[in-house]
Protein backbone atom coordinates (compact mmCIF):
# COMPACT_ATOMS: atom_id res chain seq x y z
CA UNK A 1 0.00 0.00 0.00
CA UNK A 2 1.42 3.04 -0.81
CA UNK A 3 0.92 6.21 0.97
CA UNK A 4 3.05 9.73 1.65
CA UNK A 5 4.39 10.67 5.11
CA UNK A 6 5.07 14.47 5.32
CA UNK A 7 7.62 15.61 7.95
CA UNK A 8 7.15 18.51 8.46
CA UNK A 9 8.68 18.93 12.18
CA UNK A 10 10.60 22.54 10.46
CA UNK A 11 7.50 23.80 9.12
CA UNK A 12 5.19 23.56 5.87
CA UNK A 13 3.85 26.26 3.20
CA UNK A 14 2.46 25.33 -0.09
CA UNK A 15 5.06 26.13 -2.02
CA UNK A 16 7.88 24.00 0.35
CA UNK A 17 5.28 21.18 0.00
CA UNK A 18 5.06 21.15 -3.64
CA UNK A 19 8.89 21.45 -3.79
CA UNK A 20 9.27 18.10 -1.97
CA UNK A 21 6.38 16.46 -4.25
CA UNK A 22 8.44 17.46 -7.26
CA UNK A 23 11.42 16.06 -5.73
CA UNK A 24 9.67 12.80 -4.80
CA UNK A 25 8.40 12.41 -8.50
CA UNK A 26 5.97 14.07 -9.32
CA UNK A 27 6.76 15.34 -13.40
CA UNK A 28 7.68 19.05 -13.49
CA UNK A 29 5.42 19.63 -16.67
CA UNK A 30 2.14 19.22 -14.36
CA UNK A 31 3.07 22.09 -12.40
CA UNK A 32 4.05 23.90 -15.61
CA UNK A 33 0.75 22.88 -17.16
CA UNK A 34 -1.48 24.08 -14.21
CA UNK A 35 -0.02 27.82 -15.47
CA UNK A 36 -1.68 27.16 -18.45
CA UNK A 37 -4.51 25.64 -17.22
CA UNK A 38 -5.21 28.23 -14.45
CA UNK A 39 -5.06 30.92 -17.82
CA UNK A 40 -2.32 32.96 -16.14
CA UNK A 41 0.76 31.80 -18.17
CA UNK A 42 0.71 35.72 -19.68
CA UNK A 43 1.78 37.22 -16.03
CA UNK A 44 3.38 35.00 -14.04
CA UNK A 45 6.30 32.62 -14.14
CA UNK A 46 7.14 29.25 -11.68
CA UNK A 47 10.35 27.81 -11.68
CA UNK A 48 12.18 25.48 -9.61
CA UNK A 49 15.91 24.65 -9.26
CA UNK A 50 17.99 22.93 -6.84
CA UNK A 51 19.38 24.24 -3.73
CA UNK A 52 20.53 24.29 -0.43
CA UNK A 53 19.85 25.14 3.23
CA UNK A 54 22.40 25.14 5.89
CA UNK A 55 24.15 22.50 3.79
CA UNK A 56 20.49 20.04 3.06
CA UNK A 57 19.93 19.87 -0.64
CA UNK A 58 16.68 20.12 -2.31
CA UNK A 59 14.44 21.68 -4.49
CA UNK A 60 13.37 25.24 -3.99
CA UNK A 61 10.11 27.66 -5.88
CA UNK A 62 10.33 30.67 -6.94
CA UNK A 63 7.92 32.71 -8.42
CA UNK A 64 8.07 35.87 -10.34
CA UNK A 65 5.25 37.92 -11.33
CA UNK A 66 5.67 40.16 -14.75
CA UNK A 67 2.73 42.34 -15.74
CA UNK A 68 1.15 43.56 -13.30
CA UNK A 69 0.44 44.06 -9.15
CA UNK A 70 -1.66 41.82 -7.26
CA UNK A 71 -5.31 42.76 -6.01
CA UNK A 72 -7.45 41.21 -3.33
CA UNK A 73 -9.60 38.42 -4.25
CA UNK A 74 -12.71 37.04 -2.21
CA UNK A 75 -13.62 33.32 -1.95
CA UNK A 76 -15.93 33.19 -4.89
CA UNK A 77 -13.55 35.11 -7.10
CA UNK A 78 -10.91 32.61 -6.83
CA UNK A 79 -13.41 29.50 -7.03
CA UNK A 80 -15.05 31.10 -10.28
CA UNK A 81 -11.01 31.22 -11.18
CA UNK A 82 -10.64 27.74 -10.63
CA UNK A 83 -13.84 26.29 -11.78
CA UNK A 84 -13.31 28.39 -15.28
CA UNK A 85 -9.89 26.78 -15.52
CA UNK A 86 -8.69 23.58 -17.56
CA UNK A 87 -7.58 21.81 -14.23
CA UNK A 88 -9.49 18.44 -14.19
CA UNK A 89 -12.67 17.96 -11.67
CA UNK A 90 -10.22 16.29 -8.56
CA UNK A 91 -7.61 19.16 -8.23
CA UNK A 92 -10.48 21.37 -8.97
CA UNK A 93 -12.55 20.65 -5.88
CA UNK A 94 -9.64 19.53 -3.59
CA UNK A 95 -8.36 23.47 -4.23
CA UNK A 96 -11.58 25.05 -4.02
CA UNK A 97 -11.97 23.22 -0.45
CA UNK A 98 -8.71 24.18 0.72
CA UNK A 99 -9.22 27.93 0.13
CA UNK A 100 -13.22 27.38 1.95
CA UNK A 101 -10.88 25.65 5.02
CA UNK A 102 -9.40 29.40 4.58
CA UNK A 103 -12.23 30.76 4.36
CA UNK A 104 -14.09 29.34 6.98
CA UNK A 105 -10.87 30.46 9.34
CA UNK A 106 -11.11 33.94 8.11
CA UNK A 107 -14.33 34.56 8.63
CA UNK A 108 -14.40 33.26 12.28
CA UNK A 109 -11.10 35.55 13.08
CA UNK A 110 -12.83 38.36 11.44
CA UNK A 111 -15.90 37.80 12.41
CA UNK A 112 -17.49 38.22 9.13
CA UNK A 113 -19.46 35.42 6.60
CA UNK A 114 -17.17 33.40 4.09
CA UNK A 115 -18.69 35.26 1.47
CA UNK A 116 -18.05 38.88 2.55
CA UNK A 117 -14.24 37.28 3.04
CA UNK A 118 -11.33 39.23 0.68
CA UNK A 119 -8.07 37.18 0.67
CA UNK A 120 -4.71 39.32 0.90
CA UNK A 121 -1.11 37.33 0.57
CA UNK A 122 -3.85 33.97 0.83
CA UNK A 123 -5.29 35.42 -2.65
CA UNK A 124 -2.45 35.96 -4.12
CA UNK A 125 -1.18 34.23 -7.46
CA UNK A 126 1.41 32.57 -6.12
CA UNK A 127 -0.97 30.76 -3.11
CA UNK A 128 -3.57 30.05 -5.50
CA UNK A 129 -0.17 28.02 -7.81
CA UNK A 130 0.94 26.55 -4.81
CA UNK A 131 -2.34 24.77 -3.78
CA UNK A 132 -3.15 24.16 -7.51
CA UNK A 133 -0.06 22.29 -7.78
CA UNK A 134 -0.03 20.56 -4.43
CA UNK A 135 -3.35 19.01 -5.12
CA UNK A 136 -2.23 18.04 -8.60
CA UNK A 137 1.14 16.18 -7.29
CA UNK A 138 -1.36 14.27 -4.97
CA UNK A 139 -3.82 13.31 -7.72
CA UNK A 140 -0.65 11.92 -9.91
CA UNK A 141 0.96 10.26 -6.85
CA UNK A 142 -2.99 8.69 -5.59
CA UNK A 143 -1.76 7.34 -2.25
CA UNK A 144 -3.66 5.27 -0.10
CA UNK A 145 -3.40 7.22 3.00
CA UNK A 146 -1.19 10.48 3.69
CA UNK A 147 -0.23 11.28 7.07
CA UNK A 148 1.83 14.56 8.78
CA UNK A 149 3.57 14.91 11.56
CA UNK A 150 2.44 18.09 13.90
CA UNK A 151 3.74 20.95 12.61
CA UNK A 152 5.72 23.73 14.72
CA UNK A 153 3.95 26.47 16.29
CA UNK A 154 6.69 29.33 15.28
CA UNK A 155 6.53 32.78 17.66
CA UNK A 156 7.36 36.35 17.19
CA UNK A 157 5.47 38.46 14.77
CA UNK A 158 5.10 38.83 11.55
CA UNK A 159 3.82 41.84 8.80
CA UNK A 160 1.08 41.17 7.28
CA UNK A 161 -1.70 43.64 5.23
CA UNK A 162 -3.48 43.79 8.80
CA UNK A 163 -0.03 45.47 10.36
CA UNK A 164 1.98 43.58 13.08
CA UNK A 165 0.31 39.94 13.83
CA UNK A 166 1.58 37.44 16.64
CA UNK A 167 2.97 34.17 15.64
CA UNK A 168 1.41 32.27 14.91
CA UNK A 169 -0.98 34.40 12.75
CA UNK A 170 -5.19 33.65 14.01
CA UNK A 171 -5.93 32.26 10.50
CA UNK A 172 -3.50 29.30 11.43
CA UNK A 173 -4.76 29.17 15.39
CA UNK A 174 -8.11 28.74 13.97
CA UNK A 175 -7.97 26.09 11.31
CA UNK A 176 -5.63 23.75 13.51
CA UNK A 177 -8.42 24.44 16.15
CA UNK A 178 -11.30 23.58 14.07
CA UNK A 179 -9.19 20.20 12.36
CA UNK A 180 -7.48 19.28 15.79
CA UNK A 181 -4.10 19.46 14.45
CA UNK A 182 -2.01 19.63 17.52
CA UNK A 183 0.96 22.54 17.06
CA UNK A 184 4.14 21.69 18.50
CA UNK A 185 6.43 24.01 20.66
CA UNK A 186 9.93 23.52 19.36
CA UNK A 187 13.38 25.47 20.55
CA UNK A 188 13.89 27.48 17.98
CA UNK A 189 16.14 31.04 17.48
CA UNK A 190 14.20 32.08 14.45
CA UNK A 191 11.71 34.62 15.17
CA UNK A 192 8.72 34.38 12.48
CA UNK A 193 6.07 32.20 10.66
CA UNK A 194 7.03 28.99 9.76
CA UNK A 195 3.52 27.21 9.33
CA UNK A 196 1.72 29.15 7.07
CA UNK A 197 -2.13 29.43 6.45
CA UNK A 198 -1.98 27.86 3.17
CA UNK A 199 0.32 25.02 4.53
CA UNK A 200 -1.11 24.40 7.25
CA UNK A 201 -4.76 24.44 5.55
CA UNK A 202 -3.47 21.73 2.79
CA UNK A 203 -3.00 19.66 5.68
CA UNK A 204 -6.42 19.93 7.14
CA UNK A 205 -7.64 18.87 3.44
CA UNK A 206 -5.25 16.06 2.77
CA UNK A 207 -4.24 14.58 6.03
CA UNK A 208 -5.51 10.89 6.85
CA UNK A 209 -3.81 11.14 9.95
CA UNK A 210 -1.54 13.92 11.93
CA UNK A 211 1.02 11.19 13.17
CA UNK A 212 3.83 8.68 12.11
CA UNK A 213 3.25 5.62 10.85
CA UNK A 214 3.78 2.66 13.02
CA UNK A 215 5.62 1.25 9.76
CA UNK A 216 7.40 3.23 8.04
CA UNK A 217 9.12 1.01 4.82
CA UNK A 218 10.92 4.09 2.41
CA UNK A 219 10.72 3.81 -1.00
CA UNK A 220 11.82 7.44 -1.87
CA UNK A 221 12.43 10.82 -0.11
CA UNK A 222 11.24 14.53 -1.42
CA UNK A 223 12.84 17.55 -0.01
CA UNK A 224 11.04 20.94 -0.71
CA UNK A 225 13.37 24.60 0.90
CA UNK A 226 11.79 27.38 2.33
CA UNK A 227 12.34 30.58 0.68
CA UNK A 228 13.94 31.95 3.63
CA UNK A 229 17.21 32.35 5.25
CA UNK A 230 16.59 31.58 8.78
CA UNK A 231 19.56 30.60 10.35
CA UNK A 232 18.85 26.62 10.36
CA UNK A 233 17.87 24.28 8.07
CA UNK A 234 14.61 25.19 6.58
CA UNK A 235 13.05 22.58 4.70
CA UNK A 236 10.15 20.11 4.42
CA UNK A 237 10.70 16.63 3.13
CA UNK A 238 7.78 13.76 1.60
CA UNK A 239 8.46 10.37 2.95
CA UNK A 240 6.92 7.65 -0.08
CA UNK A 241 6.44 4.72 2.24
CA UNK A 242 4.84 0.94 1.50
CA UNK A 243 2.44 0.22 4.69
CA UNK A 244 2.71 -3.55 3.44
CA UNK A 245 6.29 -4.86 4.17
CA UNK A 246 4.59 -7.13 6.29
CA UNK A 247 2.63 -8.33 3.82
CA UNK A 248 2.29 -10.90 1.29
CA UNK A 249 5.41 -11.46 -1.40
CA UNK A 250 3.45 -13.32 -3.61
CA UNK A 251 -0.68 -14.45 -3.45
CA UNK A 252 -0.29 -17.51 -1.68
CA UNK A 253 0.93 -16.21 1.49
CA UNK A 254 -1.82 -14.41 3.80
CA UNK A 255 -2.33 -10.53 4.12
CA UNK A 256 -1.00 -8.96 6.95
CA UNK A 257 -3.26 -5.59 7.54
CA UNK A 258 -4.05 -3.10 10.59
CA UNK A 259 -7.93 -2.63 11.37
CA UNK A 260 -9.45 -1.12 14.44
CA UNK A 261 -11.34 -2.56 16.98
CA UNK A 262 -14.39 -1.02 18.19
CA UNK A 263 -16.85 -1.70 21.60
CA UNK A 264 -18.90 -0.70 23.69
CA UNK A 265 -21.36 -2.28 26.38
CA UNK A 266 -25.75 -0.71 26.42
CA UNK A 267 -27.77 -1.36 29.31
CA UNK A 268 -30.38 0.99 28.25
CA UNK A 269 -31.49 0.14 24.88
CA UNK A 270 -34.11 -2.67 23.17
CA UNK A 271 -33.46 -5.33 21.32
CA UNK A 272 -34.96 -3.52 18.28
CA UNK A 273 -32.68 -0.65 18.81
CA UNK A 274 -29.12 -2.92 18.87
CA UNK A 275 -30.82 -4.63 15.89
CA UNK A 276 -30.80 -1.48 14.20
CA UNK A 277 -27.56 -0.02 15.53
CA UNK A 278 -25.74 -3.44 14.17
CA UNK A 279 -27.60 -2.78 11.10
CA UNK A 280 -26.34 0.77 10.46
CA UNK A 281 -22.85 -0.03 11.65
CA UNK A 282 -22.28 -2.54 8.67
CA UNK A 283 -23.89 -0.34 6.65
CA UNK A 284 -21.60 2.24 7.30
CA UNK A 285 -18.39 0.15 6.38
CA UNK A 286 -18.08 -2.09 9.19
CA UNK A 287 -16.07 -5.14 8.60
CA UNK A 288 -17.82 -7.66 11.05
CA UNK A 289 -19.78 -6.58 13.80
CA UNK A 290 -21.18 -9.26 16.97
CA UNK A 291 -23.27 -8.80 19.79
CA UNK A 292 -23.66 -10.95 23.51
CA UNK A 293 -24.93 -10.70 26.67
CA UNK A 294 -22.96 -8.91 29.67
CA UNK A 295 -23.40 -8.49 33.40
CA UNK A 296 -22.96 -4.49 33.93
CA UNK A 297 -23.12 -2.86 37.59
CA UNK A 298 -26.06 -2.69 39.88
CA UNK A 299 -26.38 -6.50 37.97
CA UNK A 300 -28.28 -5.24 35.52
CA UNK A 301 -28.13 -7.10 32.25
CA UNK A 302 -26.21 -5.45 28.93
CA UNK A 303 -24.87 -5.97 25.34
CA UNK A 304 -21.59 -5.55 24.36
CA UNK A 305 -21.34 -4.32 20.90
CA UNK A 306 -17.70 -5.09 18.77
CA UNK A 307 -17.17 -4.16 15.32
CA UNK A 308 -13.90 -4.46 13.60
CA UNK A 309 -13.54 -1.66 11.27
CA UNK A 310 -10.59 -0.11 8.24
CA UNK A 311 -8.71 2.81 9.59
CA UNK A 312 -10.36 4.77 6.82
CA UNK A 313 -13.91 4.16 8.15
CA UNK A 314 -13.36 4.12 11.55
CA UNK A 315 -14.31 7.97 12.47
CA UNK A 316 -17.63 7.48 10.27
CA UNK A 317 -18.13 4.07 12.73
CA UNK A 318 -17.91 6.16 15.63
CA UNK A 319 -20.04 8.74 14.58
CA UNK A 320 -22.34 6.17 14.05
CA UNK A 321 -21.97 4.99 17.37
CA UNK A 322 -22.86 8.31 19.09
CA UNK A 323 -25.31 9.36 16.80
CA UNK A 324 -27.26 6.68 16.51
CA UNK A 325 -26.93 4.21 20.16
CA UNK A 326 -27.27 4.83 24.05
CA UNK A 327 -23.95 4.41 24.83
CA UNK A 328 -21.87 7.53 25.72
CA UNK A 329 -18.84 5.94 25.95
CA UNK A 330 -16.49 3.89 23.17
CA UNK A 331 -13.46 1.75 23.33
CA UNK A 332 -10.92 1.86 20.72
CA UNK A 333 -7.67 0.67 19.65
CA UNK A 334 -6.07 -0.94 17.05
CA UNK A 335 -5.21 -4.58 16.15
CA UNK A 336 -4.24 -6.55 13.27
CA UNK A 337 -5.14 -9.66 11.77
CA UNK A 338 -3.80 -12.20 8.43
CA UNK A 339 -6.68 -12.50 5.85
CA UNK A 340 -6.49 -14.78 2.79
CA UNK A 341 -6.29 -13.16 -0.35
CA UNK A 342 -9.45 -13.27 -1.39
CA UNK A 343 -11.96 -11.96 -4.52
CA UNK A 344 -14.99 -11.42 -4.69
CA UNK A 345 -16.72 -12.60 -8.57
CA UNK A 346 -20.11 -12.55 -10.03
CA UNK A 347 -20.88 -14.40 -12.86
CA UNK A 348 -24.41 -15.61 -14.84
CA UNK A 349 -25.33 -18.93 -13.82
CA UNK A 350 -28.82 -21.30 -14.80
CA UNK A 351 -30.10 -20.28 -11.14
CA UNK A 352 -29.53 -16.51 -12.40
CA UNK A 353 -26.23 -14.09 -11.63
CA UNK A 354 -24.67 -15.26 -8.61
CA UNK A 355 -21.46 -13.78 -6.38
CA UNK A 356 -19.36 -15.70 -4.67
CA UNK A 357 -16.07 -15.44 -2.68
CA UNK A 358 -12.79 -16.49 -3.88
CA UNK A 359 -9.42 -17.41 -1.39
CA UNK A 360 -6.59 -19.23 -1.66
CA UNK A 361 -4.16 -20.82 0.85
CA UNK A 362 -0.50 -21.21 1.42
CA UNK A 363 -0.31 -24.73 0.21
CA UNK A 364 -2.42 -23.45 -3.54
CA UNK A 365 -6.30 -24.68 -2.17
CA UNK A 366 -8.71 -22.66 -3.79
CA UNK A 367 -11.54 -22.21 -1.01
CA UNK A 368 -15.00 -21.10 -2.86
CA UNK A 369 -18.11 -19.66 -1.15
CA UNK A 370 -20.94 -18.66 -2.53
CA UNK A 371 -22.79 -15.42 -1.61
CA UNK A 372 -25.58 -16.70 1.14
CA UNK A 373 -27.80 -14.06 0.00
CA UNK A 374 -28.02 -15.71 -3.29
CA UNK A 375 -28.72 -18.90 -1.85
CA UNK A 376 -31.58 -17.71 0.19
CA UNK A 377 -32.96 -15.70 -2.84
CA UNK A 378 -32.72 -18.59 -5.15
CA UNK A 379 -34.33 -20.98 -2.75
CA UNK A 380 -36.86 -18.79 -2.07
CA UNK A 381 -37.67 -18.38 -6.01
CA UNK A 382 -37.24 -22.20 -6.64
CA UNK A 383 -38.38 -24.00 -3.63
CA UNK A 384 -34.99 -25.86 -3.67
CA UNK A 385 -32.89 -26.42 -0.66
CA UNK A 386 -29.88 -24.31 -0.02
CA UNK A 387 -27.18 -27.28 -0.07
CA UNK A 388 -28.72 -28.16 -3.28
CA UNK A 389 -28.48 -25.11 -5.05
CA UNK A 390 -24.69 -24.74 -3.66
CA UNK A 391 -23.77 -28.20 -4.77
CA UNK A 392 -25.23 -26.83 -8.22
CA UNK A 393 -23.82 -23.66 -8.53
CA UNK A 394 -20.19 -25.11 -7.46
CA UNK A 395 -20.25 -27.69 -9.94
CA UNK A 396 -21.55 -25.73 -12.50
CA UNK A 397 -19.23 -22.60 -11.95
CA UNK A 398 -16.17 -25.63 -11.85
CA UNK A 399 -16.88 -26.62 -15.09
CA UNK A 400 -17.54 -23.00 -16.51
CA UNK A 401 -15.14 -20.80 -15.14
CA UNK A 402 -11.43 -21.04 -13.98
CA UNK A 403 -11.86 -20.51 -10.30
CA UNK A 404 -8.07 -19.45 -9.77
CA UNK A 405 -7.87 -16.79 -12.20
CA UNK A 406 -7.32 -13.86 -10.33
CA UNK A 407 -3.79 -15.50 -8.98
CA UNK A 408 -3.00 -14.59 -12.53
Not at 105 to 117: F, L, N, Q
Not at 134 to 154: M, Q, R, T, W
Not at 240 to 265: G, M, R, T
Request: proline share 4%.
Amino acid sequence: MKSIFVDCTLGISGDMLASALLDLGVPLSIFLNNLDNLKLEKNYRINFKNGNSEGIKGIICTKKEIQFKEFTRSFNDIKTLILDSNLNNYVKEKSIKVFEILAESEAIVHGKKISDIHFHELGSTGSIIDIVNVCSAIDFLKPEKIYFSNPPSGKGVVSTSHGLLPVPVPTVLEIAKLNKIKLMLVEDNYMGEITTPTGIALMANFSDENCQPDNINIKKIGIGLGSKNIGRPNFLRVLLIDENDKEIVNNYKPIYEEIISQEAWIDDSTPEDIAILIERLRSAGAIDVISYSVDMKKNRKGICIKTIVHPKNQVLLREVWFNYSSTIGLREKKTNRWVLPRILVTHKTTLGEVSFKQAIRPNGQILTKIEHKDLTRISLNTGMSIEEIRRKLINELSESYELDDFLH
